[in-house]
Structures are given as C-alpha cells and as structure tokens.
C-alpha cells in the first residue's frame, strides 16, 4: 500500500519538478562538500561547495521555464522550489561560510538571520504570488531580492577561498565584541537578508 502511494506521488511530478529536485541536489552536494573541507581542509571541497551553488541556479532558471512552456504548473512544484531555494540559496551558502571561517558566535547569529530572511521571503512570496501575476501566469516583479541572489555571496567567498583569504585569513580579519568574534566580511549575509525580507524593494522579474 505504502509502496503505490510513493509511485503515484512520482508519477504527479511534471518535468519541472524534476530539475527542481536537481537545484535541492546541488545544495545537499553542497552542505556535504563543506563538511568534507571541515574535515581535511582541502580547499578544493570548499570551492567545490561554492561551484555547485550556480549550477542549483540553472535548475532552478530551468524548471520555471519548463514549466511555464509545458504549461503544467501546481501548488506541489510551488511548494518543492521553494524548499530547494531555501537549501540551495539559504542553508548551503550560510554553511559555506561558516565553513569558510565566519564561525565566531555573532558571525552564526547573522548566518541564522540570513537563513530565516531567505525562508520568511520564500513564504511571502508564496502566499502574494497570485496577487502580484495580477492575472497572468507569471508574476511581475518580486518584493525584495530573491534568495538565489546569495550567489553573489558565494562567489566573493570562492574568490577569496582561490586568493587563500579563508579561516584565519579572511578577509577584513576578525573583531572580538565581548567574549565573541564577529568577521566583519559576515556582514554582506546581513545586507543580504535585509533586503531579501524588504517590503519597499521591488525589483522585476525576467
């Protein structure tokens, strides 16, 4: 019984949903590839774990795309881009910097801020995504920057992973604030997720 309930669950996924799963991959082979560096400390996991960021974002520009030209959207495939977006985009580049030495205790309570930024922003899309199509089958625009917007953050750590400018060497060093550490390079997360979560920002959707 169980076993048919799991083949018609597969068997109600369209093709879109498919390369979505793939854009929730590449953030797991991501968070995985960080703990792999953690582990043995070969830069090569690290920039690894960054590289499979932009490829989540060409499933996730794929499904979309897939699915509006077949014509076969659903409240499932909504609901599984975003749990991808918030692993690719949110968990795995806030792991990647963790990894990449943002690591004192005010660095993890900005890494905390920007995830909960990135899933308060999928939900609220979500919930205002048939208002703001006004109509139509495509939204117009998005409130505040989309989560996918955290490549940029990505790419500022490989490069500085590809300069050495990782662990103890990061970028603008670090600033103890009361028995903690705080790297300010951690704050770009902050700006990130504040305008991920802007209700004034709005920014049209391609």
Sequence with gaps: MKQSKHLAMIRSFHLADWFTLGNATCGVGALFAVM??????????????????????????????????????????????????????????????????????????????????????????NITAESLSQGSDKVKYFEGTPIPSSLLLVIVIAIAAGYDAIGNSLWFGVIPIGPWQLHPLVLMFAVSGSLMISRTLHIPKL
Aim: aromatic fraction near 12%; hydrophobic fraction near 50%; glycine fraction near 8%.
């Design 36 to 125: 792999t560096y953690l582990q043995n400390q070969d830069v090569l996991h690290l920039l690894f774990a960054c590289a499979l960021i932009p490829l989540a974002l060409v499933f996730d520009v794929l499904d979309g795309r897939i699915a509006r030209w077949r014509r076969k959207t659903s409240s499932l495939g909504r609901e599984l881009d975003s749990l991808a977006d918030v692993i690719s985009f949110g968990v795995a580049p806030a792991a990647i910097a963790y990894g990449a030495g943002m690591n004192g205790l005010w660095d993890r309570v900005i890494l905390i801020y920007f995830v909960a930024c990135g899933v308060s922003r999928l939900a609220r899309y």
